[in-house]
């Protein structure tokens, strides 16, 4: 028997090229590892009205991580008018299937590690390495909303804050109302990931990006959590600033940060602009991470325009795949993957079109599997 099992989920679109590339290099690297296929995406949307079938939630029960390429997602209108005829008006929703797994297995750490790999012509600059841990589950992105205003919430917020005095005389029909949720837990348990990971890796600090002078209480509690937790990590400082501020910082000095930590709308904000200062889509890579199971994945989504076409960029999917192997405790065969990684960026001679080359989604997972 394999030493692990692994779902493998392609989705669609470039989901399927990446996941062959990232085939190709695991295949290279030995994995003791029974990959189970899942299905997941679109087609199945289509086909059977559940872009994850149950069948795929099953195989992810029984395996020990998931290597997810990508999929299409729609508007609920589009995406009903798209299902078998057989299938339409029968009561059939669309949901994002990435959003139900992390929910589903409580993933609640997004890892999203960024770095400026030597020679690749797109970074912003040389010697960036940041690592954003993103709460994944709760915070502005946990679904509690509402339009129009219910009454009942309504007249509960009048009475318990003097704030809503100012909208009493708006039409409930024209106020919308999105939550920011967060719970002591989830602050604690995502400061604490990050500090665990720059404790392991020699990160020296942690910054803390938030908007406590702003949004009080949910901004307040994250600080104060993160602040005790910090207590328990001498030697690591934990440095706070405002999203904003963040922002202005991370295009002006990238190099002087390392571990970043936020909760889910802000963590998403700066990953991407982490992202795009060391490539963009091409390089980032994310894992969603819970107590009992993880997914990793690219960023990027299905790209439809290059599905098929074996033309983009595999290294996102291969460092995810990179991460996977960390998560695993392969330690070895992660670092030896990120190093194939890096080497083939250095020399150029391998370069998608992202990059301003010409070789394919295989010729690159080949380049890469070569330096294995
Ligand atoms: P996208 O990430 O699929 O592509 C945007 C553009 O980025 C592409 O047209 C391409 O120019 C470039 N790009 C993406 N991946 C690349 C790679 N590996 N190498 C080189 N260039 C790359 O985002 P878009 O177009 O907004 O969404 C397309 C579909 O993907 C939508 O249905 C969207 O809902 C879905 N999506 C799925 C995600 C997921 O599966 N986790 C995440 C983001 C979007
Ligand atoms: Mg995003």
Redesign the pocket.
């Known amino acids: 028997m394999a030493k692990y099992k692994i779902a493998w989920l392609p989705?669609d679109?470039?989901?399927i090229?990446?996941m062959n590339a990232a085939r190709h290099v695991l295949d290279k690297l030995a994995l003791d590892a029974e990959y189970i296929h899942g299905d997941i995406?679109?087609e199945f949307w289509i086909k059977e009205g559940n872009a994850l079938p149950d069948r795929t939630i099953q195989i992810l029960k029984n395996t020990d991580a998931a290597l997810?390429?990508?999929?299409?997602?729609?508007p609920k209108d589009e995406a009903a008018r798209e299902l078998l005829p057989e299938l339409q008006n029968k009561g059939f929703e669309y949901f994002?299937?990435?959003v139900k797994l992390r929910q589903l297995f409580n993933l609640r750490t997004n890892l999203r590690p960024c770095k400026a790999y030597p020679g690749n012509p797109l970074n912003y600059k040389e010697n960036i390495d940041l690592v954003v841990f993103r709460e994944n589950t709760e915070g502005l992105y946990a679904g509690v909303e509402f339009h129009p205003l219910p009454q009942a919430v309504f007249d509960v917020l009048l009475a318990n804050n003097n704030k809503m005095k100012s909208f009493k005389d708006v039409p409930l029909t024209e106020i919308a109302l999105s939550t920011r949720i967060m719970t002591k837990t989830g602050c604690t348990n995502i400061v604490n990931e990050a500090f665990m990971y720059a404790k392991k890796y020699g990160y020296k600090s942690v910054t803390l990006v938030e908007k406590p002078n702003v949004l009080r209480e949910t901004g307040g509690l994250m600080t104060r959590c993160a602040r005790d937790v910090a207590k328990n990590y001498p030697g690591i400082d934990l440095w706070e600033t405002n999203i904003d501020a963040m922002c202005m910082w991370l295009v002006k000095n990238p190099e002087t940060y390392g571990v970043l930590v936020a909760e889910n709308m802000f963590g998403d904000i700066i990953s991407d602009l982490a992202a795009q200062l060391v490539g963009?889509?091409?390089f980032a890579s994310s894992g969603n991470i819970g107590d009992n199971y993880a997914v990793f994945?690219?960023?990027?989504?299905?790209?439809?325009?290059?599905a098929g076409m074996n033309?983009?960029?595999?290294?996102?999917?291969l460092l995810a795949a990179k991460l996977m192997l960390d998560y695993l405790g392969e330690k070895d065969k992660a670092d030896r993957l990120e190093s194939a990684v890096a080497a083939v960026i250095k020399e150029g001679q391998t370069r998608?079109?992202?990059m301003g080359g010409k070789n394919t989604?295989m010729e690159m997972a080949e380049a890469v599997a070569c330096k294995l």
């Open positions: 989705g679109g470039i989901g090229d990446v995406g679109w997810f390429g990508a999929i299409t997602s729609k994002s299937p990435i963009g889509l091409g994945e690219p960023t990027h989504g299905s790209a439809p325009k290059y033309k983009v960029n595999p290294l996102a999917m998608t079109y992202d989604t």
